[in-house]
């Protein structure tokens, strides 16, 4: 599968990216992840991004024609992909809620764009050249980049050979919508602590395969929204 980052601060992404599960993603050819930088597709000495909002107002908006240039070079290097393989997004404060849902959709995707807003945000004009506005939360970020790492990393974990076992993905948290994944243990058995003997629960000790089952369904919880 194919990511495409535009941002203005690029090397933002590369710490991230190259590291653990997803660079093994991408040194086994699984995904790939192209970042561009917008001001390549300015015109001017100052590789202008940002303009005044009309009528006024805080901030500054990011400008629709560097966008545009970019979104249209982007999709000609792989012109070959259906447009019902590609989806283009702008990670937006007011965007549809990103879930385990919708990752499991776009993990069907061979391209993804990622547009990473900064400022004010984007000239609403951006949106007749886009197939969704994403967010990851109820809360403003001073970029889109976190929230489009935080896609890339949630399909990418989905996508077959990426994790080492998956099993994993049977029994985490929303692999069933809505429920987190039981308490999980590991050594020492007995862990001391201020003078307390914090233990493991016995029947994960037991050998007992039913018990512990029983005991982790039991251990699920709902998570609230």
């Given at each position: 599968?194919?990511?495409?980052?535009?941002?203005?601060?690029?090397?933002?992404?590369?710490s991230y990216l190259?590291?653990?599960?997803l660079k093994r993603?991408?040194?086994?050819?699984?995904?790939?992840?192209?970042?561009?930088?917008?001001?390549?597709?300015?015109?001017?000495?100052?590789?202008?991004?940002?303009?005044?909002?009309?009528?006024?107002?805080?901030?500054?908006?990011?400008?629709?024609?560097?966008?545009?240039?970019?979104?249209?070079?982007?999709?000609?290097?792989?012109?070959?992909?259906?447009?019902?393989?590609?989806?283009?997004?702008?990670?937006?404060?007011?965007?549809?809620?990103?879930?385990?849902?919708?990752?499991?959709?776009?993990?069907?995707?061979?391209?993804?764009?990622?547009?990473?807003?900064?400022?004010?945000?984007?000239?609403?004009?951006?949106?007749?050249?886009?197939?969704?506005?994403?967010?990851?939360?109820?809360?403003?970020?001073?970029?889109?980049?976190?929230?489009?790492?935080?896609?890339?990393?949630?399909?990418?974990?989905?996508?077959?050979?990426?994790?080492?076992?998956?099993?994993?993905?049977?029994?985490?948290?929303?692999?069933?919508?809505?429920?987190?994944?039981?308490?999980?243990?590991?050594?020492?058995?007995?862990?001391?602590?201020?003078?307390?003997?914090?233990?493991?629960?016995?029947?994960?000790?037991?050998?007992?395969?039913?018990?512990?089952?029983?005991?982790?369904?039991?251990?699920?919880?709902?998570?609230?929204?």
């Open positions: 599968m194919q990511f495409h980052l535009i941002s203005i601060f690029p090397d933002i992404f590369s190259n590291e653990s599960i993603a991408q040194d086994k050819k699984i995904i790939r992840c192209q970042i561009h930088n917008l001001r390549d597709w300015t015109n001017d000495k100052h590789k202008t991004v940002d303009d005044a909002p009309y009528s006024g107002g805080a901030g500054m908006l990011m400008k629709i024609e560097p966008l545009y240039r970019a979104l249209s070079d982007i999709k000609e290097l792989n012109k070959e992909i259906r447009p019902a393989k590609r989806k283009i997004v702008l990670l937006s404060a007011g965007g549809k809620k990103w879930n385990q849902s919708l990752a499991r959709q776009y993990s069907k995707l061979e391209e993804l764009i990622l547009i990473c807003g900064r400022y004010e945000g984007v000239d609403a004009r951006i949106k007749k050249f886009i197939d969704a506005e994403i967010s990851v939360g109820d809360y403003v970020l001073t970029g889109g980049e976190l929230p489009a790492l935080t896609l890339i990393d949630s399909i990418a974990r989905l996508l077959p050979g990426v994790l080492g076992n998956s099993d994993s993905l049977l029994e985490e948290s929303h692999a069933l919508a809505g429920i987190a994944e039981y308490p999980q243990y590991t050594r020492p058995e007995i862990f001391m602590a201020g003078g307390k003997k914090y233990a493991v629960p016995k029947v994960l000790l037991s050998g007992d395969h039913r018990k512990v089952k029983e005991w982790r369904n039991s251990r699920q919880k709902k998570i609230k929204n």
